[in-house]
């Protein structure tokens, strides 16, 4: 089975422009959930789909959204961008049974100047 | 809210010796614990898990027993290698979300060195 993919594995962009991160879950995962990840802050939780809803959403501004595709495809935008949101930005999939094993993409290296 | 404290690090240790990096955690319930481990420029590959008190995870000779009476999932290996050096990050899926996401703990370098 194919892994998680993520793309762009890299982005450079300027303050007060938009991106946005693509996630393809391994076959058969309906639940696809988003990390940041920051020296400073570690790895913090940003949002959680399945089926196409948002189930649980961490602490994070509303410039931050995804949203996910019947095909269990998620895909993440981050407006507005701010120098603090270079971060590597990590996708997850899993079967969302209650052991939860998240199985992680490579991640996107955003950069933001 | 769910929390999990791990030792800071780095953690630089010789070939072959034992290695223990601490996990305590805080959660309502009975949250399933994991390690994840994380090579330079690489995604985070889960390690061991554990699902319920007293069960013990074990992977490429890493072990983690649930400890619930001391709310930790402390990390161990006998041997370490060179090919051990990475980031290891303890985590926990809880009840308040349904099991489906993680909360990490900050990670611990370890750098083993021949």
């Known amino acids: 089975k194919a892994g998680v993919t993520q793309t762009p594995r890299y982005l450079i962009k300027t303050r007060g422009q938009q991106v946005t991160l693509s996630c393809s879950p391994i076959s058969g995962h309906r639940s696809v959930s988003w990390y940041q990840q920051t020296p400073g802050q570690g790895l913090q939780f940003l949002f959680e789909y399945f089926s196409e809803t948002q189930r649980n959403k961490g602490n994070f501004p509303g410039r931050f959204s995804g949203r996910q595709f019947s095909n269990s495809r998620s895909e993440m935008n981050v407006s507005t961008l701010e120098l603090g949101d270079s971060a590597l930005y990590l996708c997850a999939s899993s079967l969302a049974d209650l052991n939860n094993e998240q199985f992680f993409g490579p991640g996107t290296r955003l950069t933001v100047l | 809210g769910n929390s999990v404290t791990q030792m800071e690090g780095p953690v630089t240790l010789s070939e072959e010796a034992f290695l223990t990096i601490n996990c305590t955690y805080t959660?309502?319930?009975?949250?399933?614990l994991f390690w994840y481990v994380q090579y330079p420029g690489e995604g985070l590959q889960l390690l061991l898990k554990a699902t319920k008190a007293d069960d013990k995870g074990s992977n490429k000779g890493f072990e983690a027993t649930y400890r619930k009476e001391t709310t930790s999932f402390h990390l161990e290996k006998g041997s370490v290698q060179v090919s051990d050096s990475a980031v290891y990050f303890c985590?926990?899926?809880?009840?308040?979300?349904?099991?489906?996401?993680?909360?990490f703990g900050k990670g611990t370098m370890l750098l083993v060195s021949p």
């Open positions: 985590a926990l899926s809880g009840e308040n979300s349904g099991y489906s996401t993680l909360t």
């Open positions: 959660a309502t319930g009975y949250p399933s």
